[in-house]
Nanobody
Framework: QLQASGGGLVQAGGFLRLSCAAS????????VGWFRQAPGKEREVVAT???????YYADSAKGRFTISRDNDKKTVYLQMNSLKPEDAAVYSC????????????????????WGQGTLVTVSS
């Protein structure tokens, strides 16, 4: 089970840190991704992190967002800096059990477990 939190209202240029907390065992075996969906738009990947620590960022997130994981706390974070109005969306986290040698999944349909979303609103 995944629980996303940390969303809220922020001014453009501001920052937020989202958290995705997992329950259960073997969290360290999972790849975890952050995805977002704005009204009227399709869900899109934001960033993903491999069980081995490798990361992937969408072009829109590069240089502004940082994904990280703390396996002891069973939590993945998304630090979002320099937020823009176009970053406003419902952000959801997802997880996939992954063998260490497998490539990092970057598509939503590759992920099996999903948490509820957290709303990010960015005012201009």
């Amino acid at each position: 089970q995944l629980q996303a939190s940390g969303g809220g209202l922020v001014q453009a240029g501001g920052f937020l840190r989202l958290s995705c907390a997992a329950s259960g065992h073997s969290f360290s075996r999972y790849a975890v991704g952050w995805f977002r969906q704005a009204p009227g738009k399709e869900r899109e990947v934001v960033a993903t992190v491999h069980r081995g620590g490798g990361t992937y960022y969408a072009d829109s997130a590069k240089g502004r967002f940082t994904i990280s994981r703390d396996n002891d706390k069973k939590t993945v974070y998304l630090q979002m800096n320099s937020l823009k109005p176009e970053d406003a969306a419902v952000y959801s986290c997802a997880a996939k059990d992954l063998i260490l040698s497998a490539p990092l999944p970057t598509r939503a349909d590759e992920y099996k477990y999903w948490g509820q979303g957290t709303l990010v609103t960015v005012s201009s």
